[in-house]
């Protein structure tokens, strides 16, 4: 699994927390990758465009039970025969020297319309300067 914004460890949607609460064995951590894309600031969550071209999306990998994946297509909203904002893919992402198959959740194109990207690709530190910078002012 490759999460890249609210189900990060310490993120809103944490998937270890939801493994946790449905009682399911925790996710392993492999380490943190980036997998080419853009990210996308949807408010309380981002959305990743992927772009084989384009900017790397930072994430983490995880190796996740089978038991955990329709929580996290819960929390993403993600319904078999259903069209939402987001989708389940499987893609590959290297990572420490190996690659992983990886489930992935990104958007289309066509959602992010006139939302601010996210430079740098990385969620976590992005969200954070902007909570910091709207708490100052």
């Known amino acids: ?23 399911i064995a925790a996710p392993i951590h492999i380490g943190t ?10 408010g309380r ?5 992927l ?3 384009g900017h790397g999306v ?3 990998i995880y190796r996740i039970p089978a038991a955990l994946i329709p929580v996290l297509d819960e929390i993403e909203a993600v319904y078999p025969g259903e069209v939402g904002l987001f989708v389940r893919e499987m893609h ?4 420490n020297g190996a690659t992983y198959a990886c489930i ?16 740098g690709g990385d969620w976590v530190a992005y969200r954070r300067a902007r909570d910091a910078n709207a708490a100052c002012a």
């Open 92 to 95: 590959d992402v290297a990572c």
């Open 45 to 49: 969550y981002p959305g990743m465009v």
């Open 104 to 119: 992935v959740y990104p958007v289309s194109e066509s959602a992010v319309g006139q939302l601010p990207q996210i430079p």
């Open 1 to 23: 699994m490759f999460v890249y914004g609210t189900l990060r460890a310490g993120e809103i949607n944490d998937m270890m927390r939801a493994a946790a609460r449905h009682g």
């Open 51 to 53: 772009d084989a071209a």
């Open 33 to 42: 990758a980036s997998l080419g894309g853009q990210l996308y600031d949807f």
């Open 58 to 60: 930072v994430g983490d």
